[in-house]
């Protein structure tokens, strides 16, 4: 699987929408984009992935540029409890039964 | 979206004992799980790879006598920490695969705090 990097940390003002990148440059055409996000002393909690085209869910938008190389992930209307790390990981679509690696993330701190 | 099911959330214990940590799918069926070590401030590190009907796949430097994995059905996998020493206090995240279509993910417990007096 690619590796990614993203930005050790990042503040978000209340209300504003997060916008967290990551870049992927080495990715492959068969690899998807997934978004996870840990809460201090829970389990991570899956977002979104999507592996071309832009994505939607009730909880956050993935933006995946035209050449694949990087994305970015967007909670429109952050919240204190969205204060987390964030963590982008890319994945064969067909590495059934395999580990998603997960590297340092994102340290979201949204302030009031 | 699908829940996973850990218990206990938190377990602290005499050093020489052994805890065991249960992982349910609770609306689903995971014929893979995994189990994850986390330690403050750093991000999760995968111990090994539980398999129904068939022994797990250890990550490398993972001492499978020490931690010992059972997949036993298709909606639970235990692991137990034999002869807990302070090292071992983690905290430890077990996960399950779904798959729909060409749709794959991971879905999460909420993980267990292991201290070892």
């Known amino acids: 699987d690619a590796k990614t990097t993203q930005p050790t940390s990042m503040d978000c003002a209340e209300g504003r929408a997060a916008n967290l990148p990551c870049n992927h440059s080495?990715?492959?055409?068969?690899?998807?984009v997934y978004w996870y996000r840990q809460i201090h002393s829970q389990g991570p909690q899956y977002i979104i992935h999507?592996?071309?085209n832009n994505e939607t869910n009730e909880m956050a938008s993935l933006i995946i540029t035209e050449d694949r190389k990087s994305s970015t992930l967007i909670l429109p209307h952050a919240t204190l409890r969205d204060t987390a790390v964030y963590y982008c990981?890319?994945?064969?679509?067909?590495?059934?039964?395999?580990?998603?690696?997960f590297g340092p993330g994102t340290r979201l701190s949204v302030l009031p | 979206g699908a829940v996973v099911s850990q218990h206990p959330s938190r377990v602290i214990c005499k050093s020489g004992t052994s805890v065991k940590i249960e992982c349910r799918s609770l609306d689903f069926q995971a014929t893979t799980m995994f189990w994850y070590r986390q330690f403050p401030k750093q991000s999760l590190m995968l111990m090994a790879t539980?398999?129904?009907?068939?022994?797990?796949?250890?990550e490398q430097g993972v001492e499978k006598d020490k931690f010992l994995i059972n997949h036993a059905s298709l909606t639970l996998s235990t692991l137990t920490v034999t002869s807990a020493h302070p090292e071992d206090s983690s905290f430890y995240i077990c996960?399950?695969?779904?798959?729909?279509?060409?749709?794959?993910?991971?879905?999460f417990g909420s993980g267990t705090q292991l201290s070892v007096l």
């Open positions: 990981i890319v994945r064969f679509r067909d590495n059934y039964g395999q580990n998603f690696v």
């Open positions: 996960s399950a695969r779904t798959q729909q279509g060409a749709s794959e993910k991971l879905f």
């Open positions: 999507g592996l071309k």
């Open positions: 539980s398999n129904e009907g068939s022994k797990a796949t250890y």
């Open positions: 080495t990715i492959s055409g068969n690899e998807y």
